[in-house]
C-alpha cells in the first residue's frame, strides 16, 4: 500500500472509531474515570494533548515514543508521546503540535493531522489527555529536548500490528500505593503502559488487533 492509500484507509477507519472502553479494556491497570468525570471534579482535571507520530523511515511506517527524564513527577521514567499541557486560549489541537515541536523538534506546519483517538483520563497527575494520530515529514529530523525525555525511540508499525502482544505484570502505582496486574508492551526492552498503552492498543484496534 502506497503512502497516500495508507493514510487514506487510516483516515476512513478513524471516522467509524467506537468507544475506546470497548478497544483497550484489558490494558487498563487502575480505576479510571471517564473525561467527563474528571471534568466535573474539583478541582476539574487539568487538559493536555498529544501527538500519535507516523512518519516513513526510509520507506517503512513508524512511531516514536519519548522516555521521559527521570524527576519530572509521577511520569518520571515513563515512555510516552510527545505533547503537554494546554496554555490559556489554546485548544487541544493547537497544544499537541506546539508541545510536539518543542519536545521533539518538529514544526508545527510538518505534521498532518488526520484523526482523533478516544480522550482519557490519567489519575495519577490528574490530566485529560486528547490523542490525535498525525503524519510527519519522510525521514523526520527529530531534535530532542533533553529538558523533557531522555531518548527517543522509534518502533515500526508493524511491530506494533502484530496478534497477541500485550503482555502482563505488576505495576506499582503510587497514587494508590498498591500494585496493579497491568497490560503492557515490549517497546526495545522498555515497558509501555498506563495511558500511552491505551493509546496505542486503540489504534491496534481500528486494524482488528483485540490482543
Known sequence: MDSNSFIDDLAARLNSLRSMATHANQIIS???SSPDEARRMIPPAKESAVIFPLFLRNGEWQTAFMQRSDGQGVHSGQLSFPGGKLEVGETHRDA????????????KHRWNIVGELSALYIPPSHFVVQPFIAIGPENPPFSLNADEAVALIECPLDELLQPRIIRRKGIFVAKYNRTFDSGYFDIQGQTLWGATAIMVQEFRSLFGFED
Open 30 to 32: 487502575y480505576p479510571r
Open 96 to 107: 499537541a503540535l506546539r508541545e510536539t515541536h518543542e519536545e521533539v523538534g518538529i514544526e
